[in-house]
Nanobody, 125 residues
Framework: QEQLVESGGGLVQAGGSLRLSCAASGRTFSSYAMGWFRQAPGKERELVGA????????YYADPVKGRFTISKDNVKNTVYLQMNSLKPEDTAVYSCAASNTYGTLWRGPPAYDSWGQGTQVTVSS
């Protein structure tokens, strides 16, 4: 099972940027895709976006489309979430997750097998 470690969260003003990293150790060829999720207080965990390891194909949820970008470094086994034009409503705990099963990129938490510990992102107005 993969171990995932996120980093890069913090406090930023509205309109600012942050880049999150997710380093995967113990990755095997069965690892198919990586997803970024977020959970705000009192809300359900939601998919922010996802990327396939092999092709680099990406998916973004509507609230972040055009502002967030997911990229990967296959050599470092690391996935990144670049967040620009941040809004207060982006405040949440952000987690990365690994999926070992083939399928669409717009899948929810049950499709993912391994999870990072999460990192807090706070956007002040």
């Amino acid at each position: 099972q993969e171990q995932l470690v996120e980093s890069g969260g913090g406090l930023v003003q509205a309109g600012g940027s942050l880049r999150l990293s997710c380093a995967a150790s113990g990755r095997t060829f069965s690892s198919y895709a990586m997803g970024w999720f977020r959970q705000a207080p009192g809300k359900e965990r939601e998919l922010v976006g996802a990327i396939r390891w092999s092709s680099g194909s990406t998916y973004y949820a509507d609230p972040v489309k055009g502002r967030f970008t997911i990229s990967k470094d296959n050599v470092k086994n690391t996935v990144y979430l670049q967040m620009n034009s941040l809004k207060p409503e982006d405040t949440a705990v952000y987690s990365c997750a690994a999926s070992n099963t083939y399928g669409t990129l717009w899948r929810g938490p049950p499709a993912y097998d391994s999870w990072g510990q999460g990192t807090q992102v706070t956007v002040s107005s």
